[in-house]
Every structure is written in structure tokens, then in C-alpha cells.
């Protein structure tokens, strides 16, 4: 994982803990959206400690403490069901300002994961990712 680090820290000039954060909290809505089998094909590709770690990063940066802010700002949103609605747009992008990252940054940073994903794991993998978004 450490490699991806770096790939967004240069390429989106970011420091660590912004890269890893971000990571974090694109696993956590992974996590969620993914059947258990798709998630662990993305964290072990990832290197799967490296990757807990991210997440455990992601999860104490929520505003809410942890714990639901996914469905929370789903719910405030309006519950928009499907992948990619605007209630789960909204969750990632409050998770990504917890580190000082911006919608336009998130739209930069998962073309760079689901590419680092493809090339470690397969295309299989990275598309598990890319469908979400």
C-alpha cells in the first residue's frame, strides 16, 4: 500500500496522512457497499493490515465519533438508494473533509486507486472499486 501512498501523495500533492486517510474511507464505504468475498479481494490487494489500518485512520477523523456517519448523512440526505446516490456521495465527501480533501480531489483520487488496484489485483478488482463510484 505503501506504493499507492505515494502515488497520490505526488500525483495530488498530498501529505501521508491525507493519502491514507482518504484510502481509509474509501475502504470503509467499500466495506459497507461490497459482499465480503468482492471487500477482501480489495484489502488483501492492498496488503490487508496496511489496509485495516487506513480504515481504523478514516474512522476516528468522522465528525460523529465513529460509528454511522455513512448512514447518518445517507439518512440527513435523503436516503437516495443504489451505488453512487447522493446520500453516499455526500458520506464520502464528509469523511474526506475530516482531511482536508475537497470533491475535486476525490474525483482525482479513485481514477489513481481503482488504476493501483487493476494493476496489483487484476482488472476484476479494480472494477469492484470503480463501480461504486
Do not use: C, H, Y
Request: charge should be negative; proline fraction near 2%; glycine fraction near 22%.
Amino acid at each position: 500500500m505503501q506504493e499507492l501512498l505515494s502515488q497520490l501523495m505526488s500525483g495530488l500533492n498530498l501529505d501521508a496522512k491525507q493519502a491514507e486517510g482518504g484510502v481509509g474511507t474509501l475502504l470503509n464505504f467499500a466495506k459497507q457497499k461490497l459482499s465480503g468475498g468482492e471487500f477482501e479481494q480489495v484489502r488483501s490487494t492492498l496488503g490487508g493490515l496496511e489496509a485495516d489500518g487506513a480504515m481504523a485512520l478514516a474512522e476516528g477523523k468522522r465528525p460523529d465519533g465513529g460509528g454511522g456517519l455513512f448512514g447518518a448523512v445517507s439518512s440527513l440526505v435523503g436516503g437516495m438508494g443504489g451505488l453512487g446516490g447522493v446520500g453516499e456521495v455526500a458520506s464520502v465527501l464528509s469523511s474526506f473533509k475530516a482531511f482536508n480533501l475537497d470533491a475535486d480531489t476525490l474525483g482525482k483520487f479513485v481514477p489513481i486507486v481503482v488504476r493501483f488496484l487493476s494493476n496489483k489485483g487484476g482488472e476484476g478488482v479494480g472494477g469492484l472499486l470503480a463501480r461504486l463510484f
